[in-house]
T-cell receptor
Framework: KQEVTQIPAALSVPEGENLVLNCSFT??????LQWFRQDPGKGLTSLLL?????REQTSGRLNASLDKSSGRSTLYIAASQPGDSATYLC????????????FGTGTRLTVIP | GAGVSQTPSNKVTEKGKYVELRCDPI?????LYWYRQSLGQGPEFLIY????????DSGLPNDRFFAVRPEGSVSTLKIQRTERGDSAVYLC?????????????FGPGTRLTVT
């Protein structure tokens, strides 16, 4: 079964700092990897989707990379802002068997003004 | 266009009661998913519909949980004899086609509290 791990579980940084969130998965047979943002008490907002054939995707201050062979992805946030404070979840779409996404437990980010 | 919507946004019920949670997917999406997110955890898969049929219900925790999608659009997740352990956020997602290759779009969720 696919296992997805996110480290660290929580992170606090001062405003303006660049930061990296990590996601690892145990089975490299994936179609894609997706990063989501979740605000307290809210649903999931998709940030970036990387297909298995891609190495990275960028959107504004966000850059996500994917190393499928080593089972790792990173989400880089440049020039962090207090509004970036949220929980960030990664999820993988597995190639064989399952149709659903497998999620990590998330990294709770706090950007201190 | 409209995204995935879920109603109610919050539901408080007493232990032992029956509840229904509704999901309206993006128009034209054939695949619909239900996930459950417990506090401090990532969402966990419950059931997947392709059209009107449940293509994969392997994530349903027990027979108190049931879901339908009779016309291939709106879906209802039904929980009988609710227990305190059922308290969680229930998320619905839809995608244009089934299978994990296609991007899933999530609704805002229904927060269920069983007292």
């Amino acid at each position: 079964k696919q296992e997805v791990t996110q480290i660290p579980a929580a992170l606090s940084v001062p405003e303006g700092e660049n930061l990296v969130l990590n996601c690892s998965f145990t089975d490299s047979a994936i179609y894609n990897l997706q990063w989501f943002r979740q605000d307290p008490g809210k649903g999931l907002t998709s940030l970036l989707l990387i297909q298995s054939s891609q190495r990275e995707q960028t959107s504004g201050r966000l850059n996500a990379s994917l190393d499928k062979s080593s089972g790792r992805s990173t989400l880089y946030i440049a020039a962090s802002q207090p509004g970036d404070s949220a929980t960030y979840l990664c999820a993988v779409g597995h190639q064989t068997g399952a149709n659903n996404l497998f999620f990590g437990t998330g990294t709770r980010l706090t950007v201190i003004p | 266009g409209a995204g995935v919507s879920q109603t109610p946004s919050n539901k408080v019920t007493e232990k032992g009661k029956y509840v229904e949670l509704r999901c309206d997917p993006i128009s034209g999406h054939t695949a619909l998913y239900w996930y459950r997110q417990s506090l401090g955890q990532g969402p966990e898969f419950l059931i997947y519909f392709q059209g009107t049929g449940a293509a994969d219900d392997s994530g349903l925790p027990n027979d108190r949980f049931f879901a339908v999608r009779p016309e291939g659009s709106v879906s209802t997740l039904k929980i009988q004899r609710t227990e305190r352990g059922d308290s969680a956020v229930y998320l619905c997602a839809s995608s244009s086609y089934g299978g994990s290759f296609y991007e899933q779009y999530f609704g805002p969720g229904t927060r269920l509290t069983v007292t």
